[in-house]
């Protein structure tokens, strides 16, 4: 593995299913992020955690919800997914989330459109 | 509110120099990031700016002036390949990145 991988790639969904898209990074990175990105908007902020053990609500955490086990990884739950949650979900990391310079790193998005 | 404004969409000739500006009004700040987008992949890192003033890596630049809440970015010796969608992101007093819609490059040979 480097830096961040994302799972599933794409996935169609049906409503009402549960489903957890998955996020893993090897750069010991202490702060993770999930972001969902629609056409013409900007990326907003779901769920982000700065240290494991520990999370926080972004902007849009309605529907979602996240656990911080461990350092690497940082699950995102669907728990009833709905038409509107169609979306591509990217994962980030950066070393702190807090101090000012604190570059993001991506991982590859995830694709998830529900029916 | 948290609000950032950059242009939807913008063409330039391949070879030429493009600014791409952004204005922003954030709750706190703490620095303002650029982030290149191609279609269908993740946004990557190119600037950061936290003081006043132009920071300048390659063919790449931005400037900021945080009085004017107003950063650019620009591009010098334009190649096919950056055309992108270019994302604006303050960092508000949270250390939080707001994102921009983000502009779209469209570079003409």
């Known amino acids: 593995i480097a830096g961040i991988t994302q799972a599933p790639t794409s996935q169609i969904l049906a409503a009402g299913r549960r489903m957890t898209l998955r996020c893993t990074q090897d750069m010991r990175h202490n702060a993770m992020y999930w972001y969902r990105q629609d056409l013409g908007l900007g990326l907003r902020l779901i769920h982000y955690s700065n240290t494991a053990g520990t999370t926080g609500k972004g902007e849009v955490p309605d529907g979602y919800s996240v656990s911080r086990a461990n350092t690497d990884d940082f699950p995102l739950t669907l728990a009833s997914a709905v038409p509107s949650q169609t979306s591509v979900y990217f994962c980030a990391s950066s070393e702190s989330g807090t101090g000012d310079y604190n570059e993001q790193f991506f991982g590859p998005g995830t694709r998830l459109t529900v029916l | 509110g948290q609000n950032i404004d950059q242009p939807t969409e913008m063409t330039a000739t391949e070879g030429a120099i493009v600014q791409i500006n952004c204005t922003y009004q954030?709750?706190?700040?703490?620095?303002l990031f650029w982030y290149q987008q191609h279609a269908g992949e993740a946004p990557t890192f190119l600037s950061y700016?936290?003081l006043d003033g132009l920071e300048e890596k390659g063919r790449f630049s931005s400037f900021l002036s945080r009085s004017k809440g107003y950063s650019y970015l620009l591009l010098k010796e334009l190649q096919m390949k950056d055309s992108a969608s270019y994302l604006c992101a303050p960092m508000d007093s949270n250390y939080q990145l707001i994102w921009g819609a983000g502009t779209k490059l469209i570079i003409k040979p």
């Open positions: 700016n936290v």
């Open positions: 954030t709750s706190g700040f703490n620095g």
